[in-house]
């Protein structure tokens, strides 16, 4: 359980480095630091509608980690997601495109 567990901290550490590159547009996003990274590396900044949710308890006991997880919530909310276009091609006809294209090209070439 132990060994588990440092598992989990150190990917969620990992998570907290890329939240905090992405909130600050910092140039390196380490993604490739844990599994848990790599397999979300599509929610954050990238095309995806992503949600987060954080969960927090009254008890003085845990104020520390109720801080740390607010702060955490506040640095996600930063990250702005870049909408882009996916196009999905007919390449067929754009084979046919190209090679019309391309006898225009050598017709003219030969006139020439």
């Known amino acids: 359980m132990l060994e588990e567990a440092k598992s989990i901290n150190l990917s969620l550490s990992a ?4 939240i905090n590159a992405l909130s600050e547009n910092s140039a390196h996003v380490p993604i490739r630091d844990s599994k848990l990274t ?4 599509d929610s954050f900044g990238g095309t995806a509608k992503t949600s987060l949710i954080v969960t927090i308890g ?4 845990h104020r520390g980690e109720t801080a740390s997880t607010i702060l955490f919530g506040q640095r996600a909310m930063k990250v702005e997601n870049m909408l ?7 390449y067929k006809s754009l084979a046919r495109r190209l090679e ?4 225009k090209l050598i017709a003219e070439n030969e006139r020439q």
Do not use: N
């Open 15 to 18: 998570l907290g480095k890329c």
């Open 38 to 41: 790599r397999l979300l590396r």
């Open 58 to 61: 009254p008890s003085p006991r």
């Open 84 to 90: 882009r276009i996916k196009e999905e091609f007919d």
């Open 100 to 103: 019309i294209q391309l006898d």
